[in-house]
């Protein structure tokens, strides 16, 4: 038996294809918030873009 609680659990696989669009999003904010300048693309497994940002 251990004493303390139980360390945080590691996640062994890749975040969901689903997650992709919403950390882009929080990605441009962060980098809008500090002011920086920035091109980010999102594509899809064939390569196909999906998405680009600009600022």
Same mark, same amino acid.
């Given at each position: 038996?251990?004493?303390g609680?139980?360390?945080p659990?590691r996640?062994?696989r890749?975040? /969901?294809r ?7 999003d929080? &990605?441009?904010t962060l &980098?809008?918030r500090?002011? &920086?300048?920035?091109?980010? /693309?999102?594509?899809? /497994?064939?390569?196909? &873009?999906?998405? /680009?940002l600009?600022?």
């Amino acid at each position: 038996m251990r004493d303390g609680p139980d360390p945080p659990r590691r996640r062994d696989r890749p975040p /969901e294809r689903s997650d992709s669009p919403h950390r882009l999003d929080a &990605l441009a904010t962060l &980098l809008t918030r500090f002011g &920086l300048p920035y091109t980010l /693309e999102l594509y899809a /497994e064939d390569g196909t &873009l999906l998405r /680009e940002l600009r600022r």
